[in-house]
């Protein structure tokens, strides 16, 4: 099975020893965003609203130089680190999936990277 790293300026460059998605088998398989500016590479200001604005753009500039889009998004998981977090970020999560949104699983973790209050992987079909 072929194996292709993507990668893209439309979001943050890989912080790690990781691409920002790899695509195998029909699907793209994309690491987790952080609401990190791609221009900058700076944290977003502004709380959990503005911070899953940004995850969610990096994720869909990732998905767009994949060859996916997010109507093709099959699964994400969410990370927060507070819980109470949920329906600030689920309300503008909406709004990135108005339609037959994809699987999703939600957890809340000690830490993030960066200080991010919120982070978001997905798979996406592609083709």
């Known amino acids: 099975m072929k194996r ?4 893209t300026a439309g ?3 890989a912080i790690g020893p990781y691409s920002q998605a790899v695509r195998a088998g029909g699907f793209l398989f994309c690491s987790g965003q952080l609401p990190l500016d791609p ?3 700076k944290m977003v200001g502004g ?10 753009s990096n994720l ?3 998905l767009t130089a994949g060859g996916a ?3 093709s998004v099959v ?3 969410v990370y927060l680190v507070d819980m109470g977090d949920f329906p600030a970020m689920n309300a503008v999560y909406g709004k990135f999936f108005p339609e037959d949104p994809p699987a999703r699983a939600t957890v809340q973790v000690v830490k993030l ?3 991010a209050c919120v982070e978001i992987d997905a798979v996406a079909t592609v083709g």
């Open 4 to 7: 292709e790293a993507v990668r």
């Open 60 to 62: 869909e500039a990732v």
């Open 113 to 115: 990277a960066a200080g």
């Open 75 to 77: 699964k994400t998981t």
């Open 39 to 41: 221009s900058t590479g």
């Open 69 to 71: 889009t997010l109507r």
């Open 47 to 56: 709380g959990i609203e503005a911070q899953s604005e940004r995850v969610l």
């Open 11 to 13: 979001a943050p460059a």
